[in-house]
């Protein structure tokens, strides 16, 4: 009884390493079209799970901001603090870590750019994102003064 507890109990253990052992991803060759996605995949998906809540916002105020009514205005108003704040982390944070991933590869994308990209990617369109593209423009134009 003891021997086949103990050969169960080997084999559920195996089963496990076994199974997180498939679980475990391979970074796919650098460069290619999988790469870019999985590089941008391990940056992005955790800074839209930190902002799921202003990304929501502007997928919902899209086509409303080319004529906004009071309603709209306000949401922009109360949401302004959150927005700039997530478009400046992205700027500080996720763009230098992409841009070094692909700097590998080609020439990296200016900011505004990669943030454009990740919230059409979220399902973001139309006026939200020609709104982010000038405020990103302007950020970016700030900090070439800076410099």
Same mark, same amino acid.
């Given at each position: 009884m003891r021997y086949l507890t103990m050969r169960l109990g080997g084999t559920v253990l195996l089963c496990?390493?076994?199974?997180?052992?498939?679980?475990?991803?391979?970074?796919?060759?650098?460069? +290619?079209? !999988?790469? *870019? %996605?999985?590089? +941008?995949? !391990?940056? *992005? %998906?955790?800074?839209?799970?930190?902002y799921r809540s202003e990304i929501d916002t502007l997928r919902d105020l899209s086509g409303?901001?080319?004529n906004p009514g009071m309603l709209t205005t306000l949401r922009m108003v109360n949401q302004a603090d959150s927005i700039l704040e997530m478009a400046r982390e992205f700027t500080e944070v996720a763009v230098p870590e992409i841009q070094s991933a692909m700097a590998q590869c080609a020439?990296?994308?200016?900011?505004?750019?990669?943030?454009?990209?990740?919230?059409?990617?979220?399902?973001?369109?139309?006026?939200?994102?020609?709104?982010?593209?000038?405020?990103?423009?302007?950020m970016e134009t700030a900090a070439e003064t800076r410099n």
């Open positions: 496990a390493v076994l199974a997180l052992a498939g679980c475990a991803t391979l970074e796919p060759e650098p460069c +290619t079209p !999988q790469w *870019v %996605d999985y590089k +941008t995949d !391990q940056i *992005v %998906d955790p800074f839209v799970r930190k409303e901001l080319d020439q990296p994308g200016k900011a505004s750019e990669l943030l454009v990209a990740m919230l059409k990617r979220e399902g973001v369109e139309g006026d939200a994102i020609a709104w982010i593209e000038t405020l990103g423009a302007l």
